[in-house]
C-alpha cells in the first residue's frame, strides 16, 4: 500500500504563490507517473498537472503557465509550485501516483491538502 503525504497547502491572496509537496513511499518511485488533481466543493475532480520519471509534464488548462510540476526521485518527491493564484484554484489538493500513463485512472492518492485563495 502506497502512502503519498501532501503538504505547503494554506491560504493566499489572489497573485500570490504556494508551494505544495508530496513525499511517497516506496522503492518503485521512479516507475510511476505523479501528479495532482484538485476538487472544490459541487465539482468534479480535475487534474492539474503530471510528471513522469523523465520529466515529461502536463498541465490542465486552467493551471498552464502558472504553476509548475517538478519531482526528485532520490527524494520520492513531488513538488507543486504555484503562482499567479486565483480564487478559482480555491479547493483540496490531492497529489497521486498512476501506472496509467493516459491519465485515465490514479493508483493511489493522498488524503489532501487545502488550497485558499482571497483577498
Known amino acids: 500500500q502506497a502512502q503519498l503525504v501532501e503538504s505547503g497547502g494554506g491560504s493566499a491572496q489572489p497573485g500570490g504563490s504556494l508551494r505544495l509537496s508530496c513525499a511517497t513511499s516506496g522503492s518503485d518511485f521512479s516507475v510511476y507517473v505523479m501528479g495532482w488533481f484538485r476538487q472544490a466543493p459541487g465539482t468534479q475532480r480535475e487534474l492539474v498537472a503530471a510528471i513522469t520519471s523523465s520529466n515529461s509534464r502536463n498541465y490542465g488548462d486552467s493551471v498552464r503557465g502558472r504553476f509548475t510540476i517538478s519531482r526528485d526521485n532520490a527524494k520520492n518527491t513531488v513538488y507543486l509550485q504555484m503562482n499567479n493564484l486565483k480564487p478559482e484554484d480555491t479547493a483540496v489538493y490531492y497529489c497521486?501516483?498512476?501506472?496509467?500513463?493516459?491519465?485515465?485512472?490514479?493508483?493511489?492518492w493522498g488524503q489532501g491538502t487545502q488550497v485558499f485563495v482571497s483577498s
Open positions: 497521486f501516483k498512476t501506472s496509467d500513463y493516459d491519465l485515465t485512472s490514479y493508483d493511489y
